[in-house]
T-cell receptor, first 117, second 117 residues
């Protein structure tokens, strides 16, 4: 079974600054995906960024980037130029790679990020 | 294209009752997954339906059941409600194409907030 751990329950950052959210995971799988999801107060879960485990290059999406350390089983999210709209709960999640035959996500407990004006 | 819709958005029930939640996936999506979100346990996978068959199941008691119809719409049923069933229930849909290297992005609905009194 897979586990995903987010040890920081809350973080706060000043608008326009950079913040890094941490995540570690444990799995015996060699091929998998890792994700960061954002859940704003509306509760709508939104995919922020995805990383395939077989890719060494870290994924980036505009102001969002990850630091994927496969050997250390670490997957952190960096948010640059933080904006007020980034205020939300952020979840790290894992999905086994099963050639399309699997949709199950295993989530961490989440971290509440507050962006201060 | 319309997103994932869930009905009802809010529900209040009493212990011992049963409840049915509905999820309509994005048009063309064949897989529907259900998650329970609580402050204590976080996000937990309930089950996934694909082509009217349960493909994956989480670790929940038999009081939690689901089904999927030929149009891919899914329902989730909880019988003999307990106070601990109070939660946000999220469903997610995906295309569920199979094949080497296929990844099924999950698109989440807004959730149904169930309160058990």
């Amino acid at each position: 079974a897979q586990t995903v751990t987010q040890s920081q329950p809350e973080m706060s950052v000043q608008e326009a600054e950079t913040v890094t959210l941490s995540c570690t995971y444990d799995t015996s799988e060699s091929n998998y995906y890792l994700f960061w999801y954002k859940q704003p107060p509306s509760r709508q879960m939104i995919l922020v960024i995805r990383q395939e485990a077989y890719k060494q290059q870290n994924a980036t999406e505009n102001r969002f980037s990850v630091n994927f350390q496969k050997a250390a089983k670490s997957f952190s999210l960096k948010i640059s130029d933080s904006q007020l709209g980034d205020t939300a709960m952020y979840f790290c999640a894992f999905m086994k790679h099963a050639d399309g035959a699997n949709s199950k996500l295993t989530f961490g407990k989440g971290i509440t990020l507050s962006v201060r004006p | 294209k319309a997103g994932v819709t869930q009905t009802p958005r809010y529900l209040i029930k009493t212990r011992g009752q049963q409840v049915t939640l509905s999820c309509s996936p994005i048009s063309g999506h064949r897989s529907v997954s259900w998650y329970q979100q609580t402050p204590g346990q976080g996000l937990q996978f309930l089950f996934e339906y694909f082509s009217e068959t349960q493909r994956n199941k989480g670790n929940f008691p038999g009081r939690f059941s689901g089904r999927q119809f030929s149009n891919s719409r899914s329902e989730m049923n909880v019988s003999t409600l307990e106070l601990g069933d109070s939660a946000l229930y999220l469903c997610a849909s995906s295309l569920a194409f199979s094949g080497h290297g296929t990844y099924n992005e999950q698109f989440f609905g807004p959730g149904t907030r169930l309160t058990v009194l």
